[in-house]
């Protein structure tokens, strides 16, 4: 009776292990800012990290966010941030953040961006 159980157990962790591996596997953490604007129904309500160069940016000081896109040589995407200080044209930065999309018309994404979680400056 034990042997069967732990078989049974085995078996579920084993089935519960792929599970977890594959959905993690299904979305990249580190895709590509083209793969994001080609797929953005794989990419929509998952948190990714991009990283590239502002191209440009501008803060919106009465309603408390900053918009800037960055370019990552691939592609170009919007990033809405609440942080009081928006980086300026040129920074290298690396962004971790939910792909958000205002509507979505004949399978393309408008207003696809990316929902700032954390920003780190780099060199």
């Given at each position: 009776m034990i042997t069967s159980r732990?078989?049974?157990w085995t078996l579920a962790a084993v089935t519960l292990?792929?599970?977890l591996t594959t959905a993690c596997a299904s979305v990249p953490?580190?895709?590509p800012i083209r793969q994001v604007q080609n797929q953005p129904g794989r990419f929509v309500d998952h948190t990714v990290t991009v990283t590239g160069t502002v191209t440009s940016s501008w803060g919106v000081p009465?309603?408390?966010?900053?918009?800037?896109r960055i370019d990552d040589g691939t592609g170009e995407i919007t990033v809405v941030s609440t942080d009081r200080r928006v980086?300026?044209?040129g920074?290298?930065?690396e962004v971790r953040g939910k792909v958000e999309d205002v509507a979505m018309l004949g399978g393309r994404?408008?207003?696809?961006?990316?929902?700032?979680?954390?920003?780190?400056?780099?060199?």
């Amino acid at each position: 009776m034990i042997t069967s159980r732990n078989i049974v157990w085995t078996l579920a962790a084993v089935t519960l292990a792929a599970a977890l591996t594959t959905a993690c596997a299904s979305v990249p953490g580190r895709p590509p800012i083209r793969q994001v604007q080609n797929q953005p129904g794989r990419f929509v309500d998952h948190t990714v990290t991009v990283t590239g160069t502002v191209t440009s940016s501008w803060g919106v000081p009465l309603v408390g966010f900053n918009v800037f896109r960055i370019d990552d040589g691939t592609g170009e995407i919007t990033v809405v941030s609440t942080d009081r200080r928006v980086p300026g044209r040129g920074a290298r930065v690396e962004v971790r953040g939910k792909v958000e999309d205002v509507a979505m018309l004949g399978g393309r994404a408008l207003g696809l961006h990316i929902r700032e979680r954390r920003i780190r400056y780099r060199d």
